[in-house]
């Protein structure tokens, strides 16, 4: 059975930094696309980053200069590094990894940024 999980997040201040990390597990294969998804409170959830087995990377404008994804296809684990962090940037962060017909979801690591 695949499973993700991840890890990293947390309390951080207005202008802070966190990584998140999502390491897949029960896969033989490496996964396609790898991304991370966020959800707020009253909100839906919207895509934040995501990169491709190549190394391809696409932003939601509201974090582009601000996060940074990366993968290790070796160990099917995913990273987001946060900078710079704001308010708006608190919400249940959550890892996908897709490599079809397999779509997988972490459970969520909760970020909270004070101002």
């Known amino acids: 059975q695949v499973q993700l999980v991840e890890s990293g997040g947390g309390l951080v201040q207005a202008g802070g930094s966190l990584r998140l990390s999502c390491a897949a597990s029960?896969?033989?294969?490496?996964?396609?696309?790898m991304g991370w998804y966020r959800q707020a409170p009253g909100k839906q959830r919207e895509v934040v980053a995501t990169?491709?087995?190549?190394?391809?990377?696409n932003y939601a404008d509201s974090v582009k200069g601000r996060f940074s994804i990366s993968r290790d296809s070796a160990k099917n684990t995913v990273y987001l590094q946060m900078n710079s962090l704001k308010s708006e940037d608190t919400a249940v962060y959550y890892c996908?990894?897709?490599?079809?017909?397999?779509?997988?979801w972490g459970q969520g690591t909760q970020v909270t940024v004070s101002s």
């Open positions: 990169i491709d087995s190549s190394g391809n990377t």
């Open positions: 029960g896969v033989i294969f490496s996964f396609n696309i």
């Open positions: 996908n990894a897709y490599n079809w017909p397999t779509n997988c």
